[in-house]
């Protein structure tokens, strides 16, 4: 797949523009002190997200839990959750943030993506990670050494899958074996975003993914990230749009005058220093931001509805 990124769809322009920036969600949302996800409350979430203008929705995928882990909380099977989104929603991108390519066969996700975007109507990104969790690994009978290159020929096999014309690449096959494929057939390719690094170079990354989804940094420090990032894409894929996109936690106040104070991934801060924030991150080349929204006092829907009447307006255009 050298050079051949899977499909920069509609959905992908909605949510990815140059010199434009959108917003998302991270699911699930919570209320201090919960640590038992109602999935009932999720998806009301997600329609409520849905129907004031969100990009995008972004997914995690959490195989495994441990006491050791510092996130205590229940997470679906990504593709079940996406599957009961699909149903529940009708414009806003329904992203995975991220798959994690390493533990799980490529011809099942690469199923699962297509199902999704069947029952989305095209509304679903793949987005890939590696995982970073040794235990996990050898759980799956996995060794962490071989991440980088697990991670690389799943991509390949997944990107065969999604991106038209789809074929699939065995594993093995005797001399006599049927030609196989999936189905339902795709109406367009689905686009493949890296999330992290994967073990990956920049160069890697910009030569086969619509995208790049990496973490929140300190301004200079992500404007530094940003300017490598624009240098492999110039050097990769010097004709193509690549995006980049940017996960950060917001803990808004509800003063809207509070002035940003960092925590860590992000800030505390109240909408007018919030605009102020993505206006600088858009300036800076970032394309989209993907809100993870801590337990904190506020209720969920209550920030939601605060951050789509007063923060995106300012950067999400009319005619999308």
Known sequence: MEGKP????????????????????????????????????????AALADSLGYRALWIRDVPLNSADYP?????????????????????????????????RHPLHIAKGAISTSVLSQQR?????????????????????DERRELYRRNWETVAAAVTLPSRVVPD????????????????????????????????????????????????????????????????AAPDAFRAFGVAMRLDLSA??????????????VGRHGLVSLLQ???????????LNLPASGRPPREVIEEVAAEVLPAFHTADV
């Open 71 to 103: 996130d205590p909380v229940g997470h679906l099977d990504p593709w079940v959750f996406l599957g009961a989104l699909a149903a529940r929603t009708g414009q806003i991108a329904l992203v995975s943030g991220a798959i994690v390519l390493t533990l």
């Open 124 to 144: 679903f990104m793949l987005g890939l990670g590696s995982g970073d969790r040794p235990p996990e690994y050898a759980a799956f009978g996995k060794d962490t």
């Open 172 to 235: 093995l096959a005797a001399q006599d074996a049927p030609a196989l494929f999936l189905l339902p057939t795709l109406p367009d390719s689905i686009p493949m975003l890296a999330v992290g690094s994967g073990g990956q170079s920049v160069d890697w990354i910009a030569r086969h993914a619509s995208g790049w989804i990496t973490y929140h940094r300190e301004a200079e420090a992500q404007r530094a990230r940003h300017s490598m990032w624009r240098a492999a894409v110039e050097r």
């Open 255 to 268: 003063n809207p005058n509070a002035p940003a104070t960092p925590v860590p991934l992000g800030y505390s």
């Open 6 to 45: 899977s499909g920069q769809t509609s959905t992908f322009h909605r949510v990815f523009r140059d010199k434009e920036l959108s917003v998302g969600l991270v699911l699930p949302m919570l209320r201090a002190g919960e640590t038992v996800v109602d999935f009932g409350e999720q998806l009301a979430l």
């Open 280 to 290: 600088d991150m858009r300036d800076g080349g970032t394309h989209h931001v993907l």
